[in-house]
């Protein structure tokens, strides 16, 4: 009896095994099947393009961050106006600046920009109101300073001005705005119902929260043949990319992860996210590093003071950047210590090379760039 028993059982089990229902059980493949308990070797993968364009399947472009550009171009110009401050340049006026951070200003050089709904301040620190008041504190003091016959306008203290608003601004509107707003809340947006066909939009929310973080980094598509002009992009490919390869890393990721979702495969995102957000912490302590390095060189070559100022104040800004990333590396508490090091004696501080060295150490250990402080 117990034979017959143990025959039906194995015979069971042979059609049991015989009938698994082949298909492709890999979650990441673009025509995964979550019945399918065998795999046949049918598996699709989505490709990674080589430039950030997503067309839809009837044409349609589904990348739009216009808004970003915007806000790009009017940091641009802002920056250009306090330059022009430089070398014996008019006096700046504080209204112009404060508008042209609200945007409220409708003196733009590109006319588009007046009334778009789109600004800088209301971006800044994910709403912060006491760094929107610190940006617009540097904004009224750079306007009341006195341009100097030669050289960048500076503080007493030795601070630039231009400095601390434009890289200030890469980081507290920028940065936070692409790795601890838009990316970070990615997995929570809708990838399934395109927003508008009517009006032009054919992106869903998710893809669209991509695109806009994108945007933040660079405003091509083509990205590094374009846009290595200005800000993130500029620094990532320019100053980064032969030690840190941030240009590289972090566009790769946007088209990886921008692919996946437009392929449905979200099971990839979250991956890609942690790529940004990574890279982009790396980045902005790299570039802190770089020009505390460069501060050293310039004591060293016998620079004017004031040439060696504004590379210290470029670092600053850069330090002042960190604690606006996702996971930063170091607290608001430990960047507000490392820059009070700084202003107890800007000029001498720059003089300093064991300070400097020991200010380079302590950024380097915390994100991770020990290997690379030396070379940045």
Not at 273 to 281: A, G, N, P
Request: with cysteine; glycine share 6%; hydrophobic share 35%.
């Amino acid at each position: 009896m117990r034979r017959i028993v143990l025959v039906t059982t194995l015979l069971c089990s042979a059609v049991l095994i015989g009938c698994k229902k082949k298909g492709c059980i890999d979650p990441s493949a673009t025509n995964y099947s979550a019945e399918a308990e065998k795999d046949n070797g049918s598996c699709e993968y989505y490709e990674v393009p080589t430039n950030y364009i997503f067309i839809d399947g009837i044409g349609n472009n589904t990348v739009s961050f216009s808004g970003q550009t915007a806000r790009m171009d009017m940091l641009s110009e802002m920056t250009s106006y306090l330059k022009s401050a430089n070398n014996g340049g008019a006096q700046l006026d504080a209204s112009t600046l404060l508008t042209m951070y609200d945007n409220s200003y409708a003196s733009w050089s590109d006319q588009d920009l007046v009334n778009n709904g789109k600004q800088l301040k209301n971006k800044t620190a994910l709403g912060d109101d006491a760094i929107k008041a610190q940006f617009e504190a540097w904004m009224t003091e750079a306007a009341a300073e006195t341009p100097p016959s030669e050289g960048y306008l500076q503080a007493a203290s030795g601070h630039e001005w231009t400095q601390l608003i434009e890289k200030g601004l890469m980081s507290a509107c920028f940065i936070s705005q692409l790795t601890a707003n838009y990316l970070d809340g990615i997995m929570e947006d809708d990838n399934a119902q395109v927003v508008d066909y009517q009006n032009d939009k054919f992106y869903t929310e998710m893809e669209h929260h991509w695109d806009e973080a994108y945007g933040y980094f660079t405003d091509a598509t083509d990205y590094p043949t374009n846009g290595t002009n200005r800000f993130w992009g500029k620094y990532a490919n320019n100053t980064l990319e032969p030690l840190l390869q941030s240009g590289s890393r972090i566009s790769t990721a946007f088209r990886t992860g921008r692919a996946a979702i437009s392929s449905d495969i979200l099971i990839d995102v979250p991956g890609q996210v942690s790529i940004i957000q990574e890279e982009s912490r790396r980045m902005v302590a790299g570039m802190a590093i770089h020009y505390l390095n460069a501060t050293k060189q310039k004591v060293a070559d016998g620079e004017t003071q004031n040439k060696i100022n504004h590379y210290l104040s470029e670092a600053w800004a850069f330090i002042y950047g960190i604690p606006f990333c996702k996971n930063p590396d170091l607290t608001y508490s430990e960047v507000n210590n490392l820059l009070a090091q700084i202003d107890a004696d800007f000029e001498g501080f720059s003089q300093n090379s064991v300070s400097i060295n020991a200010m380079i150490d302590e950024i380097a250990i915390a994100a991770g760039l020990e290997a690379f402080k030396n070379e940045l």
